[in-house]
């Protein structure tokens, strides 16, 4: 996660009408991830999917990586189901689920939830879960997606219900629960106190996304303001261009492509470096005006058509953002008559409601 973005949470129980199921009939999981991805910044959202263990299970981890594969190249994390789903839940700024267990938790968190799937004829009408899934907004899978998402994290308000029935005990579980068990057994309660492994910090997984995005920018002298998507959703403003990963599924893509970027060390001598990498690029692809390796999590090497050699665009105080989004916002700038001096020179780049400043420098 960068520094601003909203992690969006979706959660599926095993039942056939859940969410990862036909969702009561409705079956919109299909069409709504592609939205999601088209609709929510990319720099702004990330997206993660946490899917019952049964489903992965009955159908197999293969299975599920192929459904959700062009959902993975936009971005989409695949949380494990035993190991990182709590983990998960505790980040998430919106849960977007069915009637399962993890949206109750969610709401026991405090935590927003849009219920996609309300399983109103499996649940017990009694229920306390039934209750909040009656109660709960409602996600339109119909409309558009990123004012709802927004609406439902700035107007929540967490209600007590869920958490009162999760637990009367908050933070005493391990305690109740040894002193139980040991009564149980007749046998003596040990005279240290209870305690509870925490939970581990997940691996490290650099969000990743090879699908094409089509860029928005709007500039203002060294302030570029930079909206990346997977598609072009309504009301979309801003001087366009298209970035294209070079291991795209759509290799037409690269054709057409104003960007074309890869990640990677700068010493990958299969690549032979950045600046053999973007020569070759922008020998291949004669559409292509911005070659970009981005060489790690706050630095890129960018080379331009009618630029001598290459820029280091590296990362200043308080900014971080995927190094791609700076490339895009040195295309839009030199797009406009920008020049780069020897010395180099600090661009403002605007995303994800903060303000990323960065430096480009002759690299060569």
Do not use: K
């Not at 993890?102 to 879960?129: F, K, M, Q, R």
């Not at 690269?254 to 001598?269: M, N, S, W």
């Not at 060489?295 to 190094?323: H, K, Y």
Request: hydrophobic share 40%.
């Amino acid at each position: 996660m960068r520094a601003g973005q909203r992690l969006i949470v979706l959660n599926s129980t095993w039942n056939p009408e859940g969410f990862f199921g036909n969702g009561g009939g409705r079956d919109v999981l299909p069409g709504l991830l592609p939205r999601l991805a088209a609709e929510l910044p990319t720099d702004d959202y990330r997206l993660a999917v946490v899917l019952h263990p049964n489903i992965w299970y009955g159908h197999g981890p293969g299975q599920i990586r192929a459904w959700l594969d062009r959902a993975r190249r936009n971005g989409l994390i695949l949380i494990d189901p035993v190991h990182a789903w709590r983990q998960a839940l505790l980040a998430a700024d919106l849960v977007m689920g069915d009637f399962g267990a993890v949206s109750y938790y969610a709401a026991a968190l405090g935590t927003p939830v849009l219920i996609a799937a309300d399983g109103t004829d499996v649940l017990d009408a009694e229920a306390p879960l039934a209750a909040f899934v009656r109660d709960a907004p409602r996600l339109d899978p119909y409309a558009p997606l990123l004012p709802q998402v927004r609406h439902g994290i700035a107007t929540h308000r967490p209600e007590q219900a869920p958490a009162g029935y999760v637990t009367s005990e908050p933070g005493r579980s391990a305690e109740l629960l040894r002193r139980h068990y040991y009564a149980l057994m007749r046998l003596q309660e040990p005279a240290g106190s209870a305690s509870l492994e925490p939970l581990p910090l997940p691996p490290y997984g650099p969000g990743r996304v090879t699908a094409s995005l089509h860029v928005r920018t709007r500039m203002e002298g060294a302030d570029i303001a930079v909206e990346r998507s997977a598609g072009h959703p309504p009301h979309a403003a801003g001087d366009a261009h298209l970035a294209v990963h070079e291991e795209t599924r759509h290799p037409g893509d690269l054709d057409v492509a104003d960007v074309i970027l890869r990640e990677g060390p700068a010493e990958d001598p299969r690549l032979g470096g950045p600046g053999s990498w973007t020569t070759e690029v922008l020998r291949r692809h004669p559409h292509c005006s911005t070659a970009v390796y981005v060489t790690g999590p706050d630095t890129c090497v960018v080379r331009g058509r009618g630029l001598r050699g290459t820029f280091l665009l590296s990362a200043r105080e308080g900014a971080d953002a995927d190094p791609a989004a700076y490339a895009s916002a040195l295309h839009a700038w030199l797009a406009y008559g920008g020049a780069v001096p020897e010395r180099g020179v600090v661009l403002r780049m605007h995303t994800a409601g903060r303000v990323h400043p960065f430096l480009v420098e002759p690299s060569d």
